[in-house]
């Protein structure tokens, strides 16, 4: 299949051969030299004055003649939204047809494989990697114990942000109650003022595009010596987790499925032991 791919964004970087397709969307942020607070900051600006968070390279759009393109509108900040759809059509001479994912849940993710699989006829395949995905997800809900910690998942540092979308969903499946945000709802802004209320058995760090070394950077820089946040009693008893946000958490890929895997690991420990997860997926602070 990789040898139809024509065109990828800045973010798609797996598998690895996806790294060396054409870029056609490149991000207006430079957020590797940029603090979560400089990102927020600026990514807020642009949205203010109505500028592009994404640039369309039109000499790689048009040397790509795309017959399919595959866009989403869940997130406009994470990634090229409808509008750059648009204009790619208005550039394009041979119009494609276009697929808008917009999942807010495992189901939904699972569900857009098949959908994929139907628009490029490949229907058989797509029905087995569907099947694989769905008994991983009924493997994790069928082993955990119905003991629920108070798990709380924060998408942003500086300032806080609740992880939405899918990720309640997920902690809720891999045996945690999660706490503030609600299964399918947007990520928000909040206070530590909500998370001292919410009072957390564990938290898990993912900001979005983050991976775990880039995470762990800027807990060390915010958090690790704010008072309040020191108070609280997931952070005592050194119950704070930092995951691989961007590869198992910010896309709604299948990989979202390992993601939960991952979660399994992390809220229920012990009765996941023999489940493997990638290596340098996730930490535990100390």
């Known amino acids: 299949m990789e040898k139809n791919l024509f065109g990828v964004t800045h973010e798609c970087k797996y598998p690895e051969n996806a790294k060396t397709k054409p870029c056609v969307i490149n991000s207006a942020i430079n957020s590797d030299k940029l603090t979560s607070k400089e990102i927020d900051s ?14 369309l390279n039109e000499k790689n759009l048009l040397e790509a003649r795309p017959d399919l393109i595959i866009s989403q509108e869940t997130c406009e900040a994470c990634a090229a939204h409808k509008n750059h759809v648009t204009k790619a059509m208005e550039i394009l001479p041979t119009k494609p047809m276009i697929h ?12 857009s494989v098949a959908i994929i699989g139907k628009i490029i006829e490949k229907e058989d395949e797509a029905m087995e990697i569907t099947k694989d995905l769905k008994k991983r997800i009924d493997r994790i809900k069928e082993t955990r114990t119905q003991k629920k910690l108070k798990v709380l998942a924060l998408e942003w540092i ?20 999660n706490m503030i ?8 802004k909040l206070t530590i003022t909500e998370i001292i209320k919410s009072d957390p058995d564990i938290i898990i ?11 762990i950077a800027e807990y060390n820089k915010i958090l690790k010596r704010d008072e309040k946040w020191n108070m609280l009693r997931a952070v005592r008893n050194n ?8 590869s198992y958490f910010s896309k709604p890929s299948i990989r979202t499925i390992t993601g939960l895997e991952i979660l399994a690991k992390i809220i229920q420990p012990t009765r996941f032991l023999n489940l493997t997860v990638p290596k340098n997926s996730f930490l535990q602070l100390k």
């Open 42 to 55: 600026q990514i807020c600006q642009l949205l203010k004055e109505q500028k592009e968070i994404f640039i």
């Open 100 to 111: 808008s994912m917009n999942p807010h849940n495992l189901q939904e993710i699972v569900e």
């Open 158 to 177: 500086e300032p806080f942000f609740t992880a939405g979308h899918w990720v309640p969903e997920m902690i809720s499946n891999a045996g945690g109650r």
């Open 181 to 188: 945000s609600k299964i399918g709802e947007q990520s928000r």
């Open 205 to 215: 760090m993912m900001p979005c595009g983050f991976d775990m070394y880039r995470t």
């Open 239 to 246: 119950n704070i987790f930092v995951v691989d946000a961007n």
